[in-house]
């Protein structure tokens, strides 16, 4: 349960005394609660520099139950490792029952405390019952996981006056902890782990590739130990069904094990309860390999995993190089080429660190001006490209090389204008082609297997309207969806995708949930990042907007890119270091690193980057 992350400076003048040099905050408690009234809201506490750390008071000698509920939701927001101050608000029995970890409540502006709290009896009797209320934002689950929430939040907390000593303390209250959005966004950070698709190798030696969970961690509170041990529970319920782990079950950090940093090498030991002879090599070098990818979001400058098992054994170490060799990782795959259409429909490309206006048409078929192309998309080894021709109606793959043919459309469509026909198609690591056909009379998406097989329908349980536009994940095993609903308005969904075990089922794309739920118009999307998106669209009643959204609908600290009026595609690749691209009223444009928008190809259209 706490008070307000980012943007909240809205706290009272002496509320906090800062020792800057030694990068401490305490909190000191707030002014006693009104005998009368609604709602009063627990204001934030002042924003800080990220490498300060915040300390809470303990609870004044006579304070009453104001003063306690005040200091309560201070100490909920603070950095203390296992919320020590916080529990001295609390009695005895409150503080051992109470479990913070359960959740996190966000709330748009923090919690708001009754200010008339109803007496059981009499408050001089020594017991007051007090609500917190506010508007939800989000909620984050013990395995860490974030949802987005809307509606009222309104709990119950009790308090009682010790008979023997005087002094009011918590005796009833919910588990978890609730917060204001600024105070969370100053208490969390978001980072991904990693896991590995169940079904998806790449390569003539059958990589597995790697997926990203993203999680919230307490940012000041031995983030790194943290997101150990929560890649080594596993990963949350939503990914679960479509990832494996090389970790064997029950893996945990040795029971002396905290603090976790890396050393003056940038290397960074894990002690883990395990003996070497329940770990085969090649599972270990897995095994480091998810380490290292998880925790290079905490210390990018981090160069190899050491595991070590019981007696302080090694059992294997990885560095950089040899994990991007263990495992298929979108973030760590540059893109040679960027790819559009150019005003004779043709597929062309530059290169990504081209200072150049303007492509060359690539080898093949999809390079001349045959097909009168709408939309393409290119393999991830760059070897293949598919296109959308005659008016949406026609799905065309061919190889990106000289002596390639194109045969006969592998989709058709049958939708009465371009805009009920074929989206733009999209692969993923595996070779797989995926593209939705918007036709009213027959919606459907599909998969075509590393891009030749025969189109087979995937199965979309919930789906809440019509797709409209479609972006497979590098990893295969996520995919996002633009859905429209009655009314015209959209969504930009994330889904699992989960195929066959043997079950007979087939491909199906399960768990859908919003990405952007306060986006009402998306009229562009582009993966990002390995759990990131760039969108075009617009929030009820605003204008067009470009921004990046996380695939479990938080909000990111990134900024957004620059202004651009009339934007109809985006372009982004899951490696960070290549220009953004896309087609507006300027035809093709690209934001490099530090820059304003370039112009590239003013009759351009349909900028991509491999997938």
């Known amino acids: 349960m706490g008070a307000d992350r980012r943007g909240g400076a809205h706290g009272r003048p002496g509320r906090a005394v800062a020792y800057a040099a030694v990068g401490v905050v305490l909190l000191t408690g707030c002014a006693s609660m009104p005998d009368s009234g609604d709602l009063r809201n627990v204001e934030s506490t002042p924003r800080q520099d990220t490498g300060v750390r915040v300390f809470a008071m303990p609870p004044a000698d006579g304070a009453g139950p104001g003063e306690i509920m005040q200091g309560f939701l201070e100490a909920l927001t603070s950095d203390d490792t296992e919320y020590d101050t916080a529990r001295k608000y609390l009695t005895a029995d409150a503080a051992r029952a109470w479990r913070p970890e359960h ?45 987005p929430a809307d509606g009222p939040y309104r709990k119950k907390l009790h308090l009682s006056k010790d008979g023997k000593s005087g002094q009011w303390r918590i005796d009833g209250l919910p588990d978890g902890v609730v917060m204001g959005k600024s105070d969370f966004q100053r208490n969390y950070t978001s980072v991904d782990k990693y896991y590995f698709a169940s079904n998806t190798a790449v390569g003539t030696t059958g990589e597995p590739v790697s997926v990203a969970d993203p999680v919230f961690v307490r940012s000041k509170v031995d983030p790194i130990t943290q997101m150990v041990r929560s890649l080594l529970r596993g990963p949350t319920r939503w990914l679960d069904p479509v990832v494996r782990s090389s970790f064997p079950t029950g893996t945990a950090l040795r029971k002396d094990a905290s603090g976790l940093t890396p050393d003056d090498q940038n290397r960074l030991t894990v002690p883990l309860n395990l003996k070497a002879s329940q770990v085969a090599a090649s599972k ?57 259409l150019d005003g004779k429909h043709r597929l062309v490309r530059m290169s990504t660190g081209s200072q150049g206006a303007g492509g060359v048409p690539v080898p093949g078929p999809l390079g001349e ?48 204008t371009p805009e009920d026909r074929l989206t733009t198609p999209s692969w993923d690591a595996r070779g ?57 308005r959209q969504s930009l969904l994330i ?117």
Request: charged share 25%; aromatic share 4%.
């Open 369 to 416: 001006d045959k097909k009168a192309l709408q939309s393409v998309a290119v393999s991830r080894d760059e070897r293949s490209a598919a296109g959308v021709g005659d008016n949406g109606r026609s799905l065309y793959v061919a190889p990106l090389s000289a002596s390639g043919s194109i045969g006969e459309p592998l989709v058709t469509s049958n939708g009465p």
């Open 284 to 340: 270990c070098s897995e095994m480091a390999t998810q380490m290292l990818f998880t925790l290079r979001n905490l210390a990018p400058t981090l160069e190899s995993v050491e595991l070590t098992g019981l007696g302080g054994g090694r059992l294997c170490e990885l560095d950089e190089e040899h994990a991007e060799s263990t495992a298929w990782h979108g973030s760590d795959r540059h893109p040679d080429f960027l790819y559009y």
């Open 432 to 488: 797989d082609l995926w593209v939705a056909d918007r036709d009213p009379d027959h919606t459907r998406l599909t998969v075509l297997q590393q891009g030749v097989a025969e189109p087979e329908d995937v199965a979309v349980p919930g789906l809440p309207g019509k797709i409209k536009d479609v972006r497979v994940a590098a990893d295969g095993a996520r995919i996002a969806l633009v859905v429209e609903k009655k009314g015209g």
């Open 103 to 147: 959740s996190t409540t966000v709330l748009t502006n923090g919690p708001s405390i009754e200010t008339d709290c109803q007496a059981s009896g009499r408050e001089e009797a020594g017991s007051v019952t007090c609500v917190l209320a506010g508007s939800q934002v989000a909620t984050v689950d013990a395995q860490q996981a974030y949802k």
């Open 495 to 611: 889904g699992r995708i989960q195929r066959d075990n043997g079950t007979g089922q087939g491909i199906l794309v399960d768990g859908l949930r919003p990405a952007a739920p306060d986006l009402e118009q998306v009229s562009a999307i582009s993966w990002a990042g390995d759990s990131r998106l760039l969108a075009v669209g617009r929030e009820q009643g605003g204008v067009q907007q470009m921004r990046y959204v996380e695939v479990d609908g938080s909000t990111l600290d990134s900024p957004a890119p620059g202004a651009l009026p009339g934007v109809k595609a985006v372009a982004a690749s899951e490696d960070d270091r290549v220009p953004l691209v896309a087609y507006s009223d300027d035809g093709i444009v690209r934001l490099p690193s530090g820059a304003q928008w370039q112009k590239v190809d003013k009759d351009g259209t349909a900028p991509v980057y491999p997938g």
